[in-house]
Each structure stands twice: as C-alpha cells, then as structure tokens.
C-alpha cells in the first residue's frame, strides 16, 4: 500500500487536540497536577469531557494500524527494537527529566511541601506516584507519558500473537461487523475496572489497539466508514450529548442502571466518533504537504513536551487576578511558541536530543519525504 497520509494527518491533529486539552484541564474542576485558582463546571468540562471520550482512543486505533504495517517489513526484533528506541527512550528520558519538577509543583500547590526544587528533588524517588495528590513522588510511568508505557506494553506483550496473526488486507469488512465491534467495548466500560488513564480502562485500549491491527487495515475499512458516515455522525453526536449531559448531572452510583447506561454510551460514543473521524480523513486528509512532513516529525516531541510546559506556565498563572478565557488563550498561545522553539531550534538541530525526544533519524526522514514511500 502506498503511505495512508490521512493517518499521519490524524496523528499530527490528535497531537494537537491532547495539547489543548491538557490546557483545559488546568481550568476544569477535575483533579489534576495545578488549578487555576477559579476553575468552570461548564462549558470546560463539557469540551473537556467530549475530548476525553475519544482522544486517547484514536491514538491506540492509529497505532495498532501502524504496527500492521510496520510488521509487513520487520522481524519480531526490529520491530521491537523501533518500539524501544521511539517509545522507550523518550519515556526514561521523561521520567527522570521532564517529570520530577511537574510532580515538585504538584506537591507545591496542593500545599504538600514548601521548599526550592533542589531541596525536594531526593523526595523524588520516595515512593510510587499513583495518583494525583498522592504521597509517593516516583512517577514511573513520566504522568502524561504514559501512553509511551502502555504502548510499549501492548506491542510486546502482543507480538506473538502478531506473528501467528496474519490477517488478509483484502478480505472483506461487513458494515454489520464492523458496528458489532461497539459491543465488546461497552461490556468493557461497564464490567471491567483494572487501571484507569485517560478516562478509559487500560483493557479498553487494548481492545482498540487489537481492532486497529486486524479490523482497521482491512482495504474495505475506509468505504464502509464514508457509507456508515452518516449514521456514525448522528450516533456520535447524540450519544456525546446524552453522555456530556448525564456526567454534568452528577454521576450516579456504580452499578444503577443509570450508570450503566451512561457507560454503555460512552463507549459507544467513542466507537462513533473514531469511525466519524477516520472517514473524514480519508475523505478529506489523504495528501501530504510541507506542513504534514514537518508537523508528522514534531509530533513526538511535541507530545513529550506539551503537558510539562503547561504545567510549569500553569504554575506561575494560577494566583493571577484574571478570567479564564484571558488565562486560556495567553497559555496556549505562549506554550505552543515554547514548545515549537525547542523543537524548531534545539531537538531538530541535535541528534542526541532527537533521539531522547523519539524523533526519526535524518535518513528515514528523507526516506519519508520521498515520493510513493511505502509503510
């Protein structure tokens, strides 16, 4: 197949979509590493609740594609050899670097030390950080870097499987089947409760990572999305809102019928929303241009980067007199110039920097900007 650019186009737009969204959850009245001293219940929460349902989702869907993909023209060791050295060296380099001042400002604000940076950084490696708020300060997973973790789980725990797997590209996807697909996930919202990131269990991720490897490469996928888009696109839009609606409302206790009601939408929700967007990518994204190239390399250390600058640009704005919208619009605007001035000037320019940040080498990027490159 030649190179899907609608997915990198879906990565590089989801890159950006988490980037806000940790904005938002800085004004939000959920728990989260700093607040805003006045934080909305409604309008920020409800955009912050409809991003939820299927941002992190999308990525695991694009990166069980990939890694179809990815093993069309690797061994078992290359690909997790990749897997190492894209996930793995951001995510060390993010747990013992970028981490440790999030969680210092996390126990400063929450009021759980007093003190410089240089006298809490030994407390760093005092027990495991769990939660937010929470006494153990090693965050093992890098906080938001977890998906680097859990990716990096799911590819090798999955690999075997992999290679036993070989499922048809051109074997055909029913529409029947593929809306079937909805049901596993909402058993798994409503029944299971393992580890929750990012608003989903970690089972339910792996389920879509699973989906995105077997069912979403089939060269049928994408028609039937563009046939299912306006069904998908009514279902998505009114489940989001019966959901939105129903978690603002306060959410009732596990096991009523009303929960498990409002769990069974949610999924579906999700499910909806991812095959609204892949169908709109397909039918409007599948090009490349100077802006994906660049956007499509940035991406990972855009990733790494984001939550630790607005975190510390949280910190400094969270006691000023100002309103929310003002506070938004000015941490957005001076994190994103922050965060693509490193990339632009320092991690682009230095190879060692690059491969801390899980960014290409130079030689497969002029491989990737090569016309008709395959994946």
Same mark, same amino acid.
């Given at each position: 197949?030649?190179?899907?650019?609608?997915?990198? #186009?879906?990565?590089?737009?989801?890159?950006?979509?988490?980037?806000?969204?940790?904005?938002?959850?800085?004004?939000?009245?959920?728990?989260?590493?700093?607040?805003?001293?006045?934080?909305?219940?409604?309008?920020?929460?409800?955009?912050?609740?409809?991003?939820?349902? #299927?941002?992190?989702?999308?990525?695991?869907? *694009?990166?069980?594609?990939?890694?179809?993909?990815?093993?069309?023209?690797?061994?078992?060791?290359?690909?997790?050899?990749?897997?190492?050295?894209?996930?793995?060296?951001?995510?060390?380099?993010?747990?013992? *670097? &970028?981490?440790?001042?999030?969680?210092?400002?996390?126990?400063?604000?929450?009021?759980?030390?007093?003190?410089?940076?240089?006298?809490?950084?030994?407390?760093? !490696?005092?027990?495991?950080?769990?939660?937010?708020?929470?006494?153990?300060?090693?965050?093992?997973?890098?906080?938001?870097?977890?998906?680097?973790?859990?990716?990096?789980?799911?590819?090798?725990?999955?690999?075997?499987?992999?290679?036993?797997?070989?499922?048809?590209?051109?074997?055909?996807?029913?529409?029947?089947?593929?809306?079937?697909?909805?049901?596993?996930?909402?058993?798994?919202?409503?029944?299971?409760?393992?580890?929750?990131?990012?608003?989903?269990?970690?089972?339910?991720?792996?389920?879509?990572?699973?989906?995105?490897?077997? !069912?979403?490469?089939?060269?049928?996928?994408?028609?039937?999305?563009?046939?299912?888009?306006?069904?998908?696109?009514?279902? @998505? &839009?009114?489940?989001?809102?019966?959901?939105?609606?129903?978690?603002?409302?306060?959410?009732?206790?596990?096991?009523?019928?009303? @929960?498990?009601?409002?769990?069974?939408?949610?999924?579906?929700?999700?499910?909806?929303?991812?095959?609204?967007?892949?169908?709109?990518?397909?039918?409007?994204?599948?090009?490349?241009?100077?802006?994906?190239?660049?956007?499509?390399?940035?991406?990972?250390?855009?990733? *790494?980067?984001?939550?630790?600058?607005?975190?510390? &640009?949280?910190?400094?704005?969270?006691?000023?007199?100002?309103?929310?919208?003002?506070?938004?619009?000015?941490? &957005?605007?001076?994190?994103?110039?922050?965060?693509?001035?490193?990339?632009?000037?320092?991690?682009?320019?230095?190879?060692?920097?690059?491969?801390?940040?899980?960014?290409?080498?130079?030689?497969?990027?002029?491989?990737?900007?090569?016309?008709?490159?395959?994946?």
């Amino acid at each position: 197949m030649s190179r899907q650019y609608d997915l990198d #186009w879906i990565r590089v737009l989801a890159t950006l979509a988490v980037f806000i969204y940790h904005a938002l959850m800085f004004f939000n009245p959920w728990a989260w590493h700093v607040k805003n001293n006045v934080t909305d219940p409604t309008y920020i929460t409800a955009i912050s609740l409809f991003m939820s349902s #299927w941002l992190m989702p999308i990525f695991f869907a *694009v990166s069980g594609i990939n890694s179809y993909f990815a093993l069309q023209k690797r061994t078992g060791w290359q690909y997790m050899k990749e897997r190492i050295g894209r996930l793995g060296i951001p995510l060390l380099f993010g747990v013992m *670097v &970028l981490t440790p001042p999030q969680v210092y400002m996390e126990r400063v604000s929450h009021e759980q030390f007093s003190g410089s940076f240089i006298s809490w950084y030994p407390h760093y !490696f005092e027990g495991v950080y769990l939660d937010i708020g929470g006494s153990g300060n090693f965050a093992f997973v890098g906080l938001h870097l977890w998906y680097l973790f859990v990716l990096l789980v799911f590819s090798t725990i999955t690999l075997p499987f992999f290679q036993k797997l070989k499922p048809s590209i051109s074997k055909e996807l029913k529409p029947l089947q593929l809306l079937s697909l909805s049901i596993p996930l909402m058993l798994l919202n409503i029944l299971v409760d393992v580890v929750n990131l990012g608003g989903w269990d970690i089972s339910f991720y792996l389920v879509i990572f699973l989906y995105g490897y077997i !069912f979403f490469t089939k060269a049928s996928f994408k028609s039937i999305c563009q046939r299912m888009l306006p069904i998908t696109m009514v279902t @998505s &839009l009114f489940t989001t809102v019966f959901f939105v609606y129903g978690f603002m409302s306060g959410m009732p206790a596990a096991g009523n019928v009303l @929960s498990i009601i409002l769990a069974s939408v949610k999924a579906l929700s999700c499910w909806s929303w991812l095959l609204v967007i892949f169908a709109l990518a397909d039918r409007k994204l599948s090009f490349s241009n100077n802006w994906l190239k660049y956007g499509n390399q940035a991406s990972m250390p855009f990733y *790494v980067l984001h939550q630790p600058v607005i975190v510390t &640009l949280g910190f400094m704005l969270a006691d000023l007199d100002w309103s929310i919208p003002a506070k938004l619009v000015i941490l &957005l605007t001076i994190a994103f110039v922050i965060i693509m001035t490193i990339y632009h000037f320092i991690i682009l320019r230095i190879s060692f920097i690059r491969i801390l940040f899980g960014t290409k080498a130079k030689r497969e990027e002029r491989m990737y900007n090569k016309p008709n490159v395959k994946i």
